[in-house]
């Protein structure tokens, strides 16, 4: 069965720094580009950004560019995302997602979601 | 960017009926869309790749249609089930896009 699981969310101060983790199983998860995307609570789907197999290629939305980095342990089976200068905007449920086989950036198996609450 | 505008953001419909959403993209042609279902409370859940390919496990009574800029999903024979919240996608071209979303309630 294929899981991703979400952790390291939390409360953090504006201006602060949050570190998500991914942990997957059940496929093998160095075949697949994998992405972040999130949700404001009661709002719509925004993508944040994918990172390629590999990780030598990643792409970030403009509004977390510098800010946010992602990378991966293929050995580990972990995607990770290092968000730092946290604003108010930032608050939201981030999901780690799979990318498809054929549909590269079409998202087949998504975690949970954690939530990440910037505020004083 | 890719701006994706689905229509309409809320429709009322009862069990049986047929629902059409609609997601129209502001440029360009695009090779790959996905319509996706969200529960509340829930991850989406990927439903199909434009035009009509559905994924496994995915009803028959969904349906997907479109080319180029429009794309249309339809769900026929409206089950209880199927009351959620449903995204289109782009995925053509980085920064990938999400539509707005279609609400689907209970008439």
């Known amino acids: 069965e294929v899981q991703l699981v979400e952790s390291g969310g939390g409360l953090v101060q504006p201006g602060g720094s949050l570190r998500l983790s991914c942990t997957a199983s059940?496929?093998?998860?160095?075949?697949?580009?994998m992405a972040w995307v999130r949700q404001v609570p009661g709002k719509g789907l925004e993508w944040v950004g994918s990172?390629?197999?590999?990780?030598?290629?990643?792409y970030y939305m403009d509004s977390v560019k510098g800010r946010f980095t992602f990378s991966r342990d293929n050995a580990r089976n972990s995607l990770y995302l290092q968000m730092n200068s946290l604003g108010a905007e930032d608050t939201a449920v981030y999901f780690c997602?799979?990318?498809?086989?054929?549909?590269?950036?079409?998202?087949?198996?998504w975690g949970q979601g954690i939530r990440v609450t910037v505020s004083s | 960017d890719i701006e994706m505008t689905q229509s309409p953001s809320s429709v009322s419909a009862s069990v049986g009926d047929r629902v059409t959403i609609t997601c129209r993209a502001s440029?360009?042609?695009?090779?790959?869309l996905g319509w996706y279902q969200q529960r509340p409370g829930k991850a989406p859940r990927l439903l199909m790749s434009?035009?009509?390919t559905l994924q496994d496990g995915v009803p028959s009574r969904f349906s997907g249609s479109g080319s180029g800029t429009d794309f249309t999903l339809t769900i026929n024979n409206l089950q209880p089930e199927d009351f959620a919240t449903y995204y289109c996608?782009?995925?053509?071209?980085?920064?990938?896009?999400f539509g707005g979303g279609t609400r689907v309630q209970i008439k």
């Open positions: 997602a799979r990318g498809g086989r054929r549909f590269l950036q079409l998202f087949d198996q």
């Open positions: 059940g496929f093998t998860f160095g075949d697949y580009w």
């Open positions: 990172i390629r197999q590999d990780g030598s290629d990643k």
């Open positions: 440029q360009g042609s695009i090779s790959w």
């Open positions: 434009a035009p009509s």
């Open positions: 996608q782009q995925a053509s071209t980085f920064p990938l896009t």
